[in-house]
């Protein structure tokens, strides 16, 4: 008998999306094998395009191996590759408020996650003290020592593109509050955020909850205080492999709860303003993004991928039929989700 070959995946442990894949692959028992990032194995497997955390190895279109990276179409393309336990529901409309707040997730908590880990003294110095660890530790106390500054520098230089400054920080830290506070309500009532099953939503949350609610220790502590649903959650997401789900454990859009709709009107307080601000800029070729998130000013540097993102989420409202897109609208009028389609 022979057990299909499992997946390989370079990724770390400071990688929310890497923790959202290997949560998503462990749920859906699909075998994989995690290369860290100074395993020797990677020197025979290419190089991705854009080098990101996680990079997949699958067979492309000639059986050559090809190096895959970006979690949101690569948890599609298991799901149509693996069968069973599906993380995307059914329901044509849920399906569509899934992708809206795995994206929500992926491009706006993870500001949060950055911005906690590189803003703050204490944070910045256990960032500098583990994350060069998961490239190697058997390593003298000075070699170590110079590659955590050199991470740290090299991140903090780059807190302008997820757009955290001292002007900002207070939008991001509020924004994060209210998201704990709605999750909290949330999970007083139902496991996950779409009902009685997990999501490729939930996972994409726990990700960046892994290092918020797990690692990062402002944040942690926080999350902590505020939300302690939210943080036995996140340890529970990790591991979902013996959770059967029911096959209806999805909720009806018809009548969603509110607290799910006070989560969405959460998300289309902050991340419409900034997505659509960003896309216009990409688009003009500006140098500076210029948006107004809650009332406050917004400033970061262009980023384009996340002007796919939003093309990706108008696509896949655009896919939906007639009377799909008709029940999505309902949902979302009033949560400022609506701004963005
Ligand atoms: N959209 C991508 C994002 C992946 C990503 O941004 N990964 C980060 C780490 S979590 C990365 O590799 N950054 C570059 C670096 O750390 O050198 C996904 O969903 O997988």
């Known amino acids: 008998m022979t057990n299909p070959a499992p997946l390989t995946l370079m990724g770390a442990p400071g990688s929310p999306y890497t923790r959202k894949m290997l949560a998503v692959l462990r749920y859906r028992h699909i075998p994989y094998r995690l290369l860290l990032s100074n395993s020797p194995q990677l020197a025979k497997l290419p190089q991705a395009k854009v080098p990101l955390l996680p990079t997949f190895y699958l ?62 003294a204490d944070d910045i110095s256990k960032g500098a003290k583990i994350l060069p660890c998961w490239r190697g530790f058997s390593i003298p106390d000075e070699v170590l020592a110079e590659r955590g500054t050199m991470i740290s520098e090299r991140q903090i230089s780059r807190l302008r593109y997820v757009g955290s400054s001292p002007a900002t920080a207070p939008v991001i830290e509020s924004s994060y509050v209210r998201f704990l506070e709605a999750m909290e309500d949330h999970l007083r009532l139902y496991p996950y955020l779409l009902g009685n099953r997990p999501s490729a939503a939930d996972f994409a949350v726990y990700g960046q909850l892994t290092q918020l609610a797990e690692f990062d220790p402002t944040p942690m502590a926080l999350t902590l205080k505020v939300a302690q649903r939210v943080t036995a959650w996140v340890g529970m997401l990790e591991d979902q492999s013996g959770v059967d789900p029911e096959e209806n454990g999805w909720f009806d859009t018809g009548n969603l709860p509110p607290t799910l709709l006070a989560i969405l009107t959460e998300v289309g307080r902050v991340y419409p303003p900034v997505m659509l601000a960003n896309a216009r800029a990409v688009m003009n070729k500006e140098a500076e993004v210029v948006a107004e998130v809650d009332g406050s000013p917004w400033v970061q540097q262009p980023f384009p991928y996340q002007a796919k993102c939003l093309g990706w989420l108008r696509d896949s409202r655009n896919a939906l039929s007639q009377a799909d897109r008709t029940k999505v609208d309902v949902i979302l009028s009033g949560t400022g989700c609506e701004a963005m389609f």
């Not at 795995?102 to 880990?117: C, G, I, S």
């Open 59 to 120: 067979p492309g279109p000639d059986g050559e191996v090809v190096a895959a990276t970006d979690s949101t179409p690569l948890i599609r393309r298991f799901e149509d590759e693996f069968a069973g336990r599906s993380v995307l529901p059914t329901d044509p409309a849920l399906a569509f408020l899934n992708d809206l707040i795995e994206d929500y997730a992926d491009e706006w908590l993870t500001k949060a996650m950055f911005h906690y880990r590189w803003h703050y």
